[in-house]
């Protein structure tokens, strides 16, 4: 592990299960138990003044479905935040929060941590999210269940990006949005297949090649499926040479 401190997540949940859960396979699992990051889990049931333990109730001005209440998750919040580090961001997830992409990961897999409060029902009361989160985030134009699925996202996200937290070093770096880009066709054995064959130059041996090849389907790939980072990104020569070799080529079999 490397001499900073590790990286502090909170999750306010009412289904801390759920959480913790997850966290006993893959990348989040490996991690939690190196010690990369450190996980507090905090239900807002905890914190339920009445007899049932409730933390919602119907909405005002009526419609379906019920509201989290302020007075529990505020209080679950506190808690939080009072073991957590100074500086952590304390974020609700909801499908009309700003987007979370690779960007914002990176950011927060620099910082010291960050809270999360995941929302269930059909949706938290605003005086909350007004007066204790610093932002809301959304990790796609779609409705879950609830905030953990959301949470498990962008805990997972974060966290491979911590040194240490993956096989290789190079493994982040080289990933699809690592450098705005979608990431490259990979392949490995064996070389035929049912009549499709492994493209000649990443048997070839020729680094130089393979990097160009990788590089430019990485910008064809990107341009087809999402143009949008193309058209933000500062092609360079060499960029805007491979981009239209990949077009032309393209366009060329679309002929044949």
């Not at 990961?105 to 999210?129: K, Q």
């Not at 058209?231 to 044949?256: D, M, V």
């Amino acid at each position: 592990m490397s001499g900073r401190a590790a990286l502090h997540v909170g999750v306010v949940t009412l289904f801390p299960a759920l959480v913790r859960g997850a966290l006993e396979h893959g990348v989040l699992g490996r991690a939690l138990e190196r010690g990369l990051f450190a996980l507090d889990l905090v239900d807002p049931r905890e914190f339920a003044t009445d007899v049932h333990r409730t933390v919602d109730d119907r909405p005002y001005g009526g419609g379906p479905g019920m509201v989290l209440k302020v007075e529990p998750l505020r209080s679950a919040l506190r808690d939080a935040a009072a073991r957590a580090p100074a500086g952590v961001r304390k974020v609700l997830l909801g499908a009309d929060g700003s987007r979370f992409d690779q960007g914002v990961a990176r950011a927060m897999s620099a910082g010291p941590g960050l809270i999360l409060v995941a929302g269930r029902y059909e949706g938290v009361d605003e005086r909350f999210v007004e007066q204790c989160v610093d932002e809301v985030w959304s990790i796609g134009d779609y409705v879950l269940s609830g905030g953990e699925f959301a949470a498990l996202v962008v805990m997972d996200a974060v966290v491979r990006l911590l040194p240490g937290a993956l096989g290789s070093p190079d493994s982040a770096a080289e990933e699809s949005f690592g450098d705005g880009l979608l990431d490259w066709p990979h392949y490995t054995r064996p070389p035929c297949l049912d009549g499709a064959s492994v493209p000649a130059v990443l048997m070839s041996g020729d680094h130089a090649a393979i990097r160009r090849w990788r590089l430019q389907q990485a910008l064809g790939r990107t341009w087809l499926r999402r143009p949008e980072l193309v058209e933000r990104r500062e092609l360079s020569g060499e960029e805007r040479e491979l981009l239209e070799e990949f077009k032309a080529e393209r366009a060329a079999r679309t002929r044949s």
